[in-house]
């Protein structure tokens, strides 16, 4: 009979010791300050910080070409005539419309409806 009393109480304190734990890590980690949350968070905040390491990218770009309009008057002609065409004196601009676009498979159409003669005689 005492062997059995030792492994009872044995029993009694684990199962004891988890009533009293299971709630403490059910609290840590599904409460608000959890650990699923934080995990979120932690998400949250590498998606933040890859934006602004791409805004401030974008930023630096903005900056060069600022400078650049400011300093270089080539780049300010290059601007002036792409993005608002506009010309020096005497320059004429001559538009096409709807001209066909030359490619390769356009250059090796076979005759005659798609047809290879090599095989007629």
């Given at each position: 009979m005492a062997k059995k009393r030792p492994k009872?109480?044995?029993?009694?304190?684990?199962?004891?010791?988890?009533?009293?734990l299971a709630p403490l890590v059910a609290w840590l980690g599904f409460s608000k300050r959890g650990f699923i949350n934080l995990y979120k968070m932690d998400l949250e905040r590498q998606k933040y910080i890859d934006r602004i390491q791409a805004l401030r990218k974008e930023n630096q770009e903005i900056m060069d070409e600022i400078r650049r309009l400011?300093?270089?008057?080539?780049?300010?002609?290059?601007?002036a005539r792409e993005e608002l065409g506009l010309i020096k004196d005497n320059e004429v601009i001559f538009r096409f419309r709807n001209l066909p676009?030359?490619?390769?498979?356009?250059?090796?159409?076979p005759q005659e409806g798609g047809r290879n003669n090599a095989g007629k005689q």
């Open positions: 009872k109480r044995f029993i009694s304190i684990i199962l004891l010791l988890f009533c009293m400011k300093e270089d008057p080539s780049y300010v002609e290059r601007v676009q030359v490619t390769e498979n356009t250059e090796k159409k």
